[in-house]
């Protein structure tokens, strides 16, 4: 187990490395006219355009500046912003943002598997049946529809009807319902559809006629086994959903008015904000890469059939 | 005579009425949050509303557009308007983000220090204009050296050697309230440039503490203008609270602004429908949604800005055909005569198009003379700025008709051109014949509106001289029109706007000249040029603007641009009292708050109309000399 550990993290480091790197010399393939206006072109010469680039830093070479990047990273200095919020330290703005998305998000992640993954078990225990029905319309309407649509007439409607608040202010909570539902709707469905067609499969599998024929109660064939095994390919994304919650929600930030990190990754490229883009890069790379290995983890834990450190060195 | 009396009195009436109602909060919105709270960067509105308010300069604007003492409380210009002294107020304390005292006092070496800090490469102010540091003695030669340092170029002299030299510049502290600015040539309209957040105060001992962080939060600053920061949440929210410590706190009529970031318009009108919000402003869609509702009367255009939208022609153009008709001064007519500026206009207000046209490239009420008479009213722009939407069919085909027997041989063949191909890539390719249609190439920008006029221009166009004398050819860029077309010359006609940036026409006219700063035609006239030089040359300011109102007539008779649309001017809702707070074309102490009345309920237009009408009444009494 040890020895996986350790090859996955040397994997993981390597994949990390790539990322930045990467990120790193495509934003330095950026043309520097992005970091002008039209009235900037109007009012500074080129001496003062050029003057400008190098109080940012972006006219040193590019070794400089990754060496100068990676050797803040290791002292925990992630830099400043340059474009974005001009001077304004990276991690300031990644920890003053930061906690609304996880909250928000891990607040409807526990929403999205409660509610979801009730659904899908009352949807396959009742295949074909209303349960059913009426979870694949839910399902079908949250997907097929654009979610800017439903989203925007739930925030008009409910808070007209209500009388609450249209955007999020944190002094009040009533106004944090909304969001977190709108930010759970799809998560339900996502639960719900994918039980179900586990749960399905493995209600037609052999071992479960077996036990059906034994004369084993539905309800604990449901319990302890289908149910169990369904859930095994669903627990395997669960940590990488919730460490990337952080990354927020571009569109229900947006509608609700709430300072997370929605769109911040967006903004910092578009304004071509080096020091930003390459510690989000870095951020979401390190959490992603970790959500999946812990996702490896708990599979083999709550799966027997799994061991990871077998003869070849990989699932079985 | 005594009708305008009454006028007076009605409005000055509705204020008191108004006043009567008046809240001490005011709650509006931003789309875009603010860079920082660095109050010498401010590239977008949030961030001039929150400087403009927070921190004062000398001088700023009251409601009538006039220059006003602020920290300063007088001052004098020496007769050739080269040399300008201020004298401060005194007792005047910093504050801080609790809106307490601190133990430092507003001084004349502040106003030095502000111009240290934005004259300082390192500290990234884009908005120092070359044109500002020509102005100021000294400030030049001191910029370049500390860029050619940082760049590596001059190696004999350590960076603070150089920062030592900031004593040649000329601004100083000529005592602990008098600063002094020394300018390299006469600038009668020197207080214009000084509402603008280049000119504000920083306190050097504060700054000193706080280095790298000076306006990272707003604990990393301190206060001098009517309002202090009291919560700043990014991308959240702008709470100001009103300064006790204010030396003209009696007129700060609003105590606590709250600000809230929301980028959805339709959210704000919500907001405001339900009371949360003290105005909003409305786009197109949302005028005409609110028609027949019981807000429909509440809706009111407010004033425009000194933003002029024009037209651009590529007198330079690598589309040969475009070229050849570009420069002839009959073609430039046709269009001039051809574009109905009130249908395009129809496309931001389709209910009074033509109330917010613009013919002329300096915009009204933004520069007045010693007299106090506007620049706009000058006999030879006045007569541009009344013609409206001179739109005229048969005088743009007569003169198109014209073009072609200059232009072409008469047989469709348009005179020295080759066929070739003009690789416009990513923007546009054309196979160019050298014969009839003219091909031109009409660049814009992504977006609904914008696209829609590309269309209607194209349309309008083609309808008017045929389709066999001119094709249209529509190109889109990605989101950046000088980096994809301007500077890279890919364009034979685009959309463009351009803001007014200090009280006097060469504000625009200055840079229109040949290789001027917004002439993207490169068009050249050295007629034009001299005149431009001339006026430059006065400085009684009645004389110059003389000379620049006969300049800007030549440059719009000979077509170089179109200006045809004002911009705000937009549609609103709201319970503020319009014209009780400061106005101004440029600078930032227009957004200032102070003296601004917010009423309990939404403005009627009918309210808005005779409040407008009482105003103009004042001000031409106020103003005139």
Redesign the interface.
Known sequence: MLSYILKRLGQSLITVAIVIITVFLLLRLM?K??Y??????????E??R???L???GVMDDPVTQFVRFAGGVVRGNWG?SI???????VM??IK??APYSLWFGLAALAISMGLGLTMGVLMARHKDGIFDTFGTLYVTIVRAIPSLIWL?LI??WVT?WLGW???FYEDRPVSWILPTISLALTGIAWYAIWLRRFMVDEENKDYVKFATAKGIPRTRIMRKHVLRNALVPLIQYFPQQVLLTIAGSLLIE??Y???GMGGLLVNAIRQQDNPLVQALVLLYAVLGIVGVFLGDLLMAAVDPRIKLAGAQGGQE | MKRRYLIVALGLALCALAAVGAQDRYYATYTA?G??L?YF?T?DTTDQRIAANTQDGLVEQDRFGRFVPSLAERWEASPDSKVWTFYLRKDVPWVDSKGQKTKYEITADDFVEGFRYVAD????I??????IRRMIVGLNDY??D??DF??GKIKDKTRDQLLGNFAKVGVKALDKYTVQYTLARPTPYFLSFLVMELFLPVEKEFLDSVG?????SKENLLFSGAYYISDW????QIVLKANPLYWDAKSVTVKTVSL?????P??TL??FQ?G?LSSATLTAEQVKALAGTKWADNVFMAEPSTVTYWFVQNFTSANPEFKAFVNNLNFRKALYYGLDRAKLNELDDPYQPAATLRNTVVPEQAAFDEKGKDYADYPEVKAIRDAGNYYDKAKAQDYFRKALAEVTDGKGTIKGVQPATVDWKPIAELKIDGKLPLQMVYVYLPGATETKRAFLFKAMLEDLFGKDNIQVTLAQVID????EA??PRRFDMLH?N??FGFADPSAQLG?LVTKG??NDGEFSDPEFDKLVDEASQKTVLSERFKIFSKAEALFIDRCYVYPWRMGGASYMLSKVVPFTYPRGGFGITRFKYKGMIVQKDPLTSKQYEELKKAFYEEMNKATAK
């Open positions: 043309p006219s992005g002008f206006t039209r009235e900037d072109y109007v009012n500074m010469d001496s003062a050029t003057a400008y190098r109080s940012l400043r474009s974005v919020y001009p001077k304004s330290p300031t703005i003053e943002k925007f925030q008009q007209g608040p249209m955007v947006s509608i008015s709430i300072p | 949050e860079s920082s660095r960067y590239p490469p390192k500290n990234g884009k908005n120092l204009s070359k044109d910029y370049l500390l860029v940082d760049a790298e962080n000076f306006g990272i949440q990014r991308d959240k809230q970031k929301i980028v959805d339709t959210i919500q907001m339900r949360e950046d029109i000088f980096a301007v500077e463009d351009f803001r840079r700063a917004v």
